[in-house]
């Protein structure tokens, strides 16, 4: 599996950033590939949530379901698709900081995890580059956005 992680110092409370990353309803807002939330099981998200999300990644747009399959509140919340064309694990970890929270944003995914020699190129070739600049911007714009609330509190 092909791996982006992204670390940010965000300046608000764990708390406070643990709570906007738990609300699904909210990932539209500042997940670069989400577009929008389809349907969801809770919100905000606990262990054994399900999601669904219209995404795009590049030219592709496809529905995609989601599962959280750990949430231990208020550190570290694991969620798992798993499609014919796309498996991915995001875990999200929060951590006390100067003056904030570290963010910490890993995904792990496959592009066509049934055919690997292909899905592997492709990654290679085309997706990882993509990935990494939407995982960035994404957490780019889960800070700004916190930052912005927390400044007007």
């Known amino acids: 599996m092909a791996k982006v992680e992204i ?3 965000i300046n608000a409370s764990p708390q406070i950033v643990w709570d906007f990353i ?4 909210k990932a539209p807002e500042w997940v670069t590939v989400m577009q929008s939330l389809v349907e969801t099981t809770d919100n905000p998200v606990k262990e054994g949530t399900v999601y669904r999300e219209l995404s795009k990644i590049g030219s592709k747009e496809s529905e995609t379901e989601w599962r959280v399959t750990r949430f231990e509140s208020p550190k ?3 969620h798992e698709c798993k499609e014919s064309d796309f498996a991915a694990t995001l875990t ?4 006390e900081s100067d003056n904030g929270a570290k963010l910490i944003h890993n995904t792990d995914y ?3 995890p049934n055919f690997r020699p292909l ?8 997706v990882h580059k993509t990935m990494v600049k939407n995982m960035n911007e994404s957490i780019d714009n889960c800070k700004r956005i916190l930052e912005m609330e927390t400044k007007s509190l």
Do not use: C, R, Y
């Open 7 to 9: 670390t940010k110092h």
């Open 22 to 25: 738990s609300d699904v309803e």
């Open 76 to 78: 570290i919340q694991i």
């Open 92 to 95: 999200m970890s929060v951590e």
């Open 110 to 112: 496959a592009l066509m």
């Open 119 to 126: 899905g592997w190129l492709l990654e290679k070739l085309f």
